[in-house]
């Protein structure tokens, strides 16, 4: 897919998100959970990810039950996680449901980058 194309399908899917896609992107967007800029549907090498924090490298993924059965999957966690980043999946009815619980999970994978990143770097 040229990057033109990638852009524009990027931008079709921000149009059409998901109830679950809409609820976790009002908990996500202007730096809300941890001062973290998350971007929604950024695309990534061939594949577009649903939420993806490039700062602390996690991608949130929300999948619906099209991807119940989609072999497509996990070649497409070990592509992100080759570029570096932690994928974090959850369907979108724990989303729906339990959107503190999903919050958490995220918030910690967000902590769990910072320290290593800290401990890598000097100051």
């Not at 040229?2 to 967007?29: G, Y």
């Not at 090498?45 to 999948?63: L, N, T």
């Not at 995220?106 to 000097?122: E, F, G, K, N, T």
């Amino acid at each position: 897919m040229r990057p033109d194309q990638k852009r524009d399908c990027a931008r079709r899917l921000r149009r059409s998100m998901t109830d679950a896609e809409h609820r976790l992107w009002f908990h996500l967007r202007n730096r809300a959970l941890m001062g973290c800029k998350f971007r929604r549907q950024h695309p990534v090498g061939p594949y577009v990810a649903d939420f993806a924090c490039i700062e602390r490298s996690v991608v949130v993924e929300v999948d619906g039950g099209l991807h119940a059965d989609s072999g497509a999957d996990p070649g497409r966690t070990r592509f992100l996680a080759a570029c570096g980043y932690r994928v974090l999946r959850f369907w979108n009815n724990d989303v729906l449901a339990r959107t503190d619980a999903v919050l958490e999970q995220i918030h910690a994978a967000l902590s769990h980058a910072a320290l290593s990143r800290d401990a890598v770097s000097p100051r």
